[in-house]
């Protein structure tokens, strides 16, 4: 199998009311380095990719051929306390509090939600993270 650079085998892709907004997200919340923009004529976003820690999403700007679809997506990060508050500054909200899950390492679990698509089970707009940590309690 011959997978691309900066690329895994399964990567998501997203389809974003508002990709720009997103792009800002994830470079503030997550590090997120862009790796690739394309641009409609309109100056839309037709096609990017965002790298967290060696994991690419990619994504673009809804359509009439691709409407707005809700995501869930987990990301490890160093300190769920400090990309929480990041995520916060940046327009989510927080639809879980943290705690700590009964699996057989402690981890940290916080989920945010952006506005930018739907959930329905919790009444947003938007793509969902799971922001997880593995190890103690900040």
């Known amino acids: 199998m011959n997978v691309p650079a900066n690329h895994q085998a399964v990567m998501p892709y997203l389809m974003l009311a508002n990709a720009e907004k997103f792009i800002d997200f994830v470079t503030v919340v997550f590090a997120a380095t862009i790796n690739e923009k394309q641009l409609t004529p309109e100056g839309k976003i037709r096609h990017c990719e965002a790298n967290i820690e060696g994991s690419t999403i990619m994504f673009t700007n809804i359509n009439e051929d691709w409407p707005a679809a809700t995501a869930h997506l987990f990301v490890y990060v160093a300190n769920a306390d400090e990309s929480y508050h990041k995520a916060l500054a940046r327009g989510a909200t927080s639809v879980m509090d943290l705690w700590v899950s009964t699996m057989a390492e402690p981890v940290g679990l916080k ?18 993270f799971t922001i997880l940590w593995v190890g103690e309690l900040h």
């Open 111 to 128: 989920i945010l939600v952006e506005i930018l698509g739907g959930s329905p089970r919790y009444k947003t707009k938007g793509w969902l």
